[in-house]
């Protein structure tokens, strides 16, 4: 699931030249998964953002010490 959160995040940059390519790669691959399979990948960006969070937090607050 790695592919779609980085297709997501390239999907979001508006000044990139491949966003067409990006967006037509990214809609292609939702259009073959089912819902269930649409909603794990939901929680598994959630759960990598949390992790993402907890890191910054973190370092802020070894840096901090």
């Known amino acids: 699931m790695f592919l ?5 995040e390239f999907k979001s940059r508006s000044n990139d030249y491949m ?4 967006h037509m790669l990214f809609d ?3 259009f073959f998964f089912n ?3 649409l ?5 598994e960006e959630f759960l990598v953002k ?3 969070e ?3 937090k973190l370092k ?6």
């Open 4 to 8: 779609l959160r980085q297709l997501k």
């Open 19 to 22: 966003i067409i390519r990006y």
């Open 28 to 30: 292609a691959l939702v």
């Open 35 to 37: 819902k269930q399979m």
């Open 39 to 43: 909603d794990e990948i939901e929680q």
């Open 50 to 52: 949390n992790i993402d």
């Open 54 to 56: 907890i890191g910054l």
């Open 60 to 65: 802020e607050t070894k840096d901090s010490v």
